[in-house]
């Protein structure tokens, strides 16, 4: 049995390298099972509830795939203005009353500190979802799933990050997780992007190597993997600063031909124009794969919060 079992998912930090390895054995687990296409029993008579009071496909979409093919019900909020948060109900509030119908909750919230406010308002398990610019753990796991797979280890990689890491809590969590693994980490965006220093001192104070840079293709040639991600126009107050940073990076079928060796790309998806749909056929180009394992992981999880793996 692992240790998630009524537990809340708030941050990367909360894991260790002996969970991600139970993890990925579940996960792996599930993924053999789903291929069966039938519904498991193990949750039946739980309800999850999903609170996304911003956007989402993949993650909304994925822990309800994941709940129901474990035998469990879904009961969902699918934006702010379907819900009493429009009508200025707190997120606490809200918490309490999802409490009531439902034995965990995931929530996806813009304000950053929001999912922990819903953990601590209840006593069922809460998952956060994404909460702003601050953490996204259960895409942390699903991209280290990804990363185990399509590189066989999570020993000894380079990995670049690229894009908005600023505001990308997918890059936040992720670095978090990597550094687990004492990977060496490039982080490629405009300046007004950078990773947060806080994140980065904290990085370097594991002893884990950080190279700042704004050149993708030095980064990329000296990386196994390269964790692309979309500028997040809905987080800049000023557009003007958006229009200055829009499209900085951007991987095409020209950049792989320059760069002469086979790199693994992942992304977490919603793209723009940071990856031309002419790399989608490139045999590296993993992040539909990414978007798939999605499922397993959050099935995985699911089982571990409830005791039931
Ligand atoms: N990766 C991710 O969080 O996607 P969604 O915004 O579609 O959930």
Sequence with gaps: ????????????????????????KNASFFEKE???????????GKILATL???????????????????????????????SSAAKGETVADTARTVAQYADAIVIR??????????????????INAGDGAGQHPTQA???????????????????????DLKNGRTVHALAELLSLFQARLYFVSPDLLRMPKEITSGLREKGIEVVETEDMFKAASESSLIYMTRIQKER??????????????????????????KIIILHPLPRVDEISTDVDDYSGAAYFRQMRNGV????ALLSMIFGKR
């Design 1 to 24: 049995m692992s240790n998630l079992k009524g537990k809340d998912i708030l941050h990367a930090n909360q894991f260790s390298k002996k969970d991600i390895d139970v993890i990925i």
């Design 236 to 261: 800049f107050v000023d557009l003007s600063e958006y229009e200055r940073v829009k499209g900085s990076y951007i991987i095409n079928r020209d950049f792989l031909d320059r760069l002469k060796k």
């Design 34 to 44: 789903f291929k069966k296409r039938e519904f498991l029993t193990l949750l039946k």
């Design 296 to 299: 397993f992981v959050r099935m």
């Design 109 to 126: 919230h813009p304000r950053l500190g929001s999912a922990k406010e819903a953990a601590d308002a209840v006593p069922i398990p809460v």
């Design 141 to 163: 796991l699903l991209d280290i799933y990804t990363i185990y797979k399509e590189l066989g280890s999570l020993k000894n990689l380079t990995v670049a990050m690229v894009g």
């Design 52 to 82: 996304f009071f911003e956007p989402s496909t993949r993650t909304r979409l994925s822990f309800e795939t994941a709940m129901q093919r474990l035998g469990g019900g879904v009961i969902s909020v699918a934006s702010a203005e379907s």
